[in-house]
């Protein structure tokens, strides 16, 4: 407690950092029951989200690992891997969930989603990756992670729709040797481990949920809202198609997308979906147009697609009105400089709001240059941790050049609306 003259003012650390900025170098504090923590792992080679949901219960969405053996993931067009190269990124992501789970949990994974099949949201095979001992499957991205993590429920977006990926007759995709190297994974750990694996299904609230404690914190709840361009209607567990059997669409559009809502605070990720169409205008009927109403206004929203151009439409960025914005990004085209103008356009929609990125790249920098001054932080790991009955929340930037991973910036306290 301090006193200026006749007023007094009790100072505190969230108070202190009203929704800016606090130098720090100190250890994040531990997660605690009631707490939902997301945090946001910059390891250079894709993306990878780690979740601490209120009861303990942990979510791995996605374990990107971009192949080595491709000059650009080796060129300034890419992140260089983070926080060096003694393991895999993969190794890593493994090696920071160690760090952070809390005391006394097992070390495994309750939940894993992968939102697509592109190697920087669930790995890719080469010639440099390792056998797993004892196993038929090699270590990339998600293979690596749930090998020395045991996942209980692995979901993805599924292998049947809209094009059936097990066909003998498709024998030209890109993925297809990852793919098959993660069914023999699945196949593995189901037989060893008990893993269970299932499509996400849009609509649903009962695929993650919580494991430890399900009926003690009523007001926390995912809701899957999409899945291969099936939506949720917003009605019950209603859904409505936009693509139909057969289409080639690629994989971003066939993303997954969930929004976690706990208590008044809400938060969506949608992997790589987008929203513009090929002349650079919103495209009305897009995966991020069709979403949008039903997502609704959010308080935190990661970027589609990275930030990328085609990405976050003017009638998305409109209606989902975050206040903070995180950016999972590995490239020098992340963001698109129209990008970082509508997510930061007051015309879209009003109040302030915050961007923070995991890495920012000197190529970007120097085409985007001061604009992108609007960044509270370009660079670390990004930790968005909620607070008891969901009314508040802070972000943290953690140290993505040290294995220690000391928080270097503490922004908040945001109120969640």
């Not at 900025?21 to 939902?36: A, E, Y």
């Not at 206040?323 to 400089?337: A, K, L, T």
Request: a neutral charge; aromatic letters at 10%.
């Amino acid at each position: 407690m301090k006193r200026f003259g006749n007023v007094i003012f009790m100072v505190s650390l969230s108070l202190a950092a009203a929704c800016f900025s606090q130098t720090t170098d100190w250890q994040l504090p531990p997660w605690q029951k009631g707490m939902l923590d997301i945090h946001h792992i910059n390891t250079g080679r894709g993306d990878a989200a780690f979740a601490i949901l209120p009861d303990g219960t942990t979510l791995l969405i996605d374990a990107g690992d971009m192949s080595n053996t491709h000059p650009r993931t080796l060129s300034p067009r890419n992140a260089p891997q983070m926080p060096n190269n003694s393991k895999s990124a993969p190794g890593w992501i493994v090696n920071y969930i160690e760090q952070f789970l809390p005391v006394g949990f097992e070390k495994q994974l309750d939940y894993a989603l992968i939102t697509h099949y592109h190697s920087d949201h669930f790995g890719e095979m080469d010639s440099l990756r390792t056998k797993a001992s004892e196993t038929d499957y090699f270590l990339t991205g998600i293979t690596e992670v749930g090998h020395f993590l045991p996942i209980k429920k692995m979901m993805d977006r599924g292998f049947s729709y809209p094009i059936d990926l097990k066909d003998k007759k498709i024998q030209n995709l890109e993925v297809l040797s990852t793919l098959k190297n993660y069914w023999r994974f699945l196949d593995y750990q189901n037989k060893k481990n008990g893993l269970v694996h299932e499509k996400l299904i849009p609509g649903q609230t009962d695929q993650i949920s919580l494991v430890n404690h399900p009926t003690k914190f009523k007001d926390f709840s995912v809701r899957n809202i999409a899945v291969n361009g099936t939506i949720w209607t917003g009605t019950g567990t209603d859904t409505l198609a936009l693509f139909t059997i057969g289409d080639q669409l690629g994989e971003n559009p066939l993303s997954t997308c969930i929004k976690i809502s706990y208590g008044t605070f809400d938060y969506f990720t949608g992997g790589d979906i987008s929203g513009i169409d090929t002349y650079g205008g919103t495209d009305i009927h897009s995966l991020e147009s069709e979403i949008a109403p039903i997502i609704g206004a959010v308080d935190v929203a990661t970027l589609n697609h990275h930030g990328n151009r085609d990405s976050q439409n003017a009638f998305y960025v409109k209606t989902i009105r975050p206040r903070v914005w995180i950016q999972q990004n590995w490239s020098s085209d992340h963001p698109g400089e129209e990008v970082l103008r509508r997510i930061t356009s007051k015309k879209l929609y009003a109040g302030k709001r915050d961007i923070f990125s995991t890495v920012m790249l000197q190529p970007n920098k120097e085409v985007i240059g001061t604009s992108l001054d609007q960044y509270k932080s370009q660079n670390g790991h990004i930790v968005l941790r909620v607070y008891p009955q969901g009314n508040s929340y802070d972000i943290y930037i953690l140290n993505d050049a040290s294995t220690a991973r000391e928080v270097i910036s503490k922004f908040g306290p945001y109120e969640a609306r």
